[in-house]
């Protein structure tokens, strides 16, 4: 394999990691709560979070290393679908702003839920760092003026009505946030039913050269 295959591979498994430790939490007791059903897909707690991680490995480094720095966005992991939640919030003994409330269930499920939550947590931190008043990207918002390009891009497709869900027509965030799980779902599939939004987030969100841009 070339050295630089070999390198990006590095780079962004190490990207992954700093994401996990910092974003990634688990509720105390999580395992407990839930019925056999769900607490046999997992041999401990920390698999949870594994099993996240592994849906997370589309994103390309620079989206991981930007969520990672950033004081807001984290994912909990615990017995219900909570949503995602703006601003501050008490999780366990500290305070957490910004957080998707992932269910074991549907991670168990490895349904799409957690990585639509995922996805309204991003919009929200690309349209102004999770700022609680701010605009998401979806609003046409952005924390910089490429960013800010790519939100109204965003808002002129949802105005078509492309969305896959009654959600993702009505709602500009819910566009977004399923447009990118299901792009790093089934991308092809994706294509096909929003082929325009499809090439937007290849060229943005989901391009390593983009985001090396971003950072130069």
């Given amino acids: 394999m ?29 395992l407990a709560q839930v019925g056999t059903a ?22 390309p480094t620079g989206l991981l290393r930007f969520w990672a720095a950033q004081e807001r966005g984290h994912v909990l992991i615990g017995r219900r679908d909570g949503g995602y939640v703006p601003g501050p919030q008490p999780c366990g003994r500290r305070m957490l702003d910004g957080v998707a409330h992932v269910a074991l269930a549907d991670l168990a499920a490895a349904n ?8 309204h947590l991003l919009d929200h931190l690309l349209g ?8 998401w990207l ?22 078509l009505g492309y969305g896959q ?9 819910a566009y977004f946030a399923q447009g990118l799980a299901a792009y790093c779902r089934d991308r092809r599939a994706f294509n096909v039913a929003d082929p325009r939004l499809e090439r937007l987030l290849r060229r943005t969100v989901m391009s390593d050269a983009f985001w090396l841009s971003e950072e130069e």
Avoid at 4 to 9: A, G, I, L, P, T
Avoid at 128 to 135: E, H, S, V, W
Wanted: hydrophobic share 40%; with cysteine.
């Fill in 165 to 173: 869900s009654a959600a993702a027509r009505q709602d500009a965030h």
């Fill in 2 to 30: 070339p050295k630089r295959n070999c390198r990006h591979r590095d780079e962004h498994a190490a990207a992954l990691r700093a994401l996990k430790r910092a974003k990634l939490h688990l509720t105390p007791g999580a």
């Fill in 128 to 135: 102004c760092r999770g700022a609680l008043a701010g605009a």
């Fill in 38 to 59: 769900v607490s046999e897909h997992f041999e401990n707690p920390w698999a949870a979070v594994e099993a996240l991680t592994q849906q997370l490995c589309p994103f």
């Fill in 112 to 119: 799409e839920r957690p990585l639509v939550l995922i996805g």
């Fill in 138 to 159: 979806s609003d046409g918002g952005g924390i910089t003026p490429r960013w800010r390009e790519v939100g109204r891009q965003v808002q002129e497709l949802f105005a």
